[in-house]
């Protein structure tokens, strides 16, 4: 099994190419770095001073288009959230909405409340949905109303009778949304439709039946076998269109103003990345959504039958979850602006799950944002992040208020581990500390 070493890995040029071999892929070794961090060339940590930037504004949010739903799922292990963060009935959450799954995820917990924030509108129209959906509608017809069953006239009529949208929600999705409700939202924004892409080469016209194989295979050596019939030197390396419509289609290029990656090593991270998905333990592979949800896509999903389609669901729409989550879906209150807007004034949390977002700032701005986060969380409280394609770690000179963030190493690396979506190169879970 590949595992993740520690929260950090490197991998040396002869690593990538062990990698590379397992997964079938050969890359020409002018496009190999000679020793790298997978996704990255420096490792930067942030320190500092506390600076009391309270006015700081969002750089990306200017130069988004924000009407554009990007994501309709989360891809970032909730389960692993949920643990990192250790979510307990007192605790006020802050999390970035994304299109909410981790949000109900962490609700599952049942935390005193958990603002969910996105300077998306778009976004957060999709947990609005997915919220009213929980609400007033049957799991049947959740299931329906997000695409894994019925008709697009089933869904749509879903939609129009839901009555606990909140009027901008309902504008945003009956005018910008109807379209991908009427196709099955569930994975439907622009990072699921690059992924559909990836996928339709790997199938190469034979359809969902190979990847339902590759799914169900029992161990790393027979995915492996199925990985080789599959055009992915093609994929990754002649036709790097392909695997770049994931930059260019799944994340605006505001998002990768501060990726310093070349189109080649940003092929070499993404194969490297993908083949250590595909190649874990079975274990590992089963009860995953991520994967069934990048290999499958909603038509194989929508192929499964009902009595087994549970484990291809994300974890909100689970038979025990959807119920359990009526009773708690008031408890979220949502947000449409930026983490830095949210924390002015008095806001203060005990935990956060806060995506990616720092590797859409520069290092300084990071720095800043980790440092105004540490002053409004509660001593004791965690805050969780994730690295894709930059370095954004947790300052290691702290001293915010009387208090600073100190990382759980040990914890961070357990998940990592475990992580269903092994797609980041870092996951860290830092704890509040008062400074002696
Ligand atoms: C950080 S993105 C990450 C998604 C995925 N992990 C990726 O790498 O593409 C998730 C969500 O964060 C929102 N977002 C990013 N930065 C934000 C900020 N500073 N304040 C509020 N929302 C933010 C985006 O609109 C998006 O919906």
């Known amino acids: 099994m590949l595992r993740q070493a520690s929260v950090v890995h490197y991998l040396t040029r002869k690593g990538y ?8 892929v050969r890359f020409p070794a002018c496009t190999l770095p000679r020793f790298t961090c997978v996704g990255i060339t420096t490792r930067s ?19 988004l288009d924000l ?13 692993m959230l949920s643990e990192a963060l250790d979510i307990k009935d007192t605790d006020t959450i802050l999390s970035i909405t994304s299109s909410g799954d981790n949000v109900l995820h962490m609700l599952l917990g049942k ?14 129209a999709v947990l609005h949905l997915k919220i009213a959906a929980i609400k007033e509608l049957t799991r049947e017809e959740a299931i329906k109303l997000m695409g894994y069953l019925g008709t697009p006239d089933e869904r749509l009529a879903l939609l129009k009778k839901l ?35 990836l996928r339709q080469a790997c199938q190469d016209g034979k359809g969902t039946q190979n990847m339902k194989d590759f799914l169900n295979a029992s161990t790393p050596q027979a995915r492996l076998e199925i990985l080789h019939s599959w055009p992915l030197e093609r994929i990754f390396n002649g036709h790097r269109e392909t695997c770049n419509a994931l930059a ?10 501060y990726v310093h990656l070349s189109a080649n090593q940003y092929g070499v991270a993404l194969a490297t990345r993908l083949s250590k998905w595909f190649l874990q333990e079975a274990s590992m592979c089963r009860d995953n959504h991520y994967l069934s949800a990048f290999l499958l896509g909603l038509e194989g999903i929508c192929e499964i039958p009902m009595e087994e389609i549970d484990q291809h669901l994300p974890f909100y729409l689970h038979r025990g979850n959807f119920e359990a989550l009526k009773d708690l879906v008031d408890r979220v209150e949502v947000y449409s602006g930026s983490i830095e807007d949210k924390l002015g004034g008095e806001f203060v949390f005990d935990k956060a799950n806060l995506s990616d977002i720092f590797e859409y700032m520069s ?3 990071a720095h800043v944002l980790m440092n105004r986060l540490t002053k409004s969380c509660s001593v004791g409280g965690r805050i969780a992040m994730w690295n894709l394609l930059c ?24 998940l990592s581990a475990q992580d269903r979506v092994p797609f980041y190169q870092d996951f860290f879970v830092c704890e509040c500390q008062e400074s002696s």
């Open 17 to 24: 190419l062990h990698l590379a071999e397992r997964c079938g």
């Open 248 to 257: 260019d289609h799944g994340r605006d290029s505001a998002q990768f103003k």
């Open 363 to 365: 290092i300084e701005a």
């Open 163 to 197: 009555k606990t949208l909140p009027d901008h929600a309902k504008g945003i999705l009956v005018t910008q949304l109807a379209d991908g409700i009427a196709k099955g939202l569930a994975l439907n924004g622009l990072l699921e439709g690059s992924i559909a892409k």
């Open 67 to 79: 009407s554009k739903l990007r994501y309709s799922m989360v891809w970032e292990d909730a389960v």
């Open 45 to 63: 940590t942030m320190s500092g001073s506390c600076t009391n930037s309270s006015d700081m504004k969002s750089e990306v949010e200017a130069n």
């Open 391 to 414: 370095a954004r770690h947790p300052p290691s000179k702290p001293d915010c208020g009387g208090r600073y963030l100190q990382l759980l190493g040990g914890l961070s690396a357990k």
């Open 111 to 124: 935390p005193k409340k958990i603002f969910a924030v996105d300077f998306s509108p778009t976004q957060n």
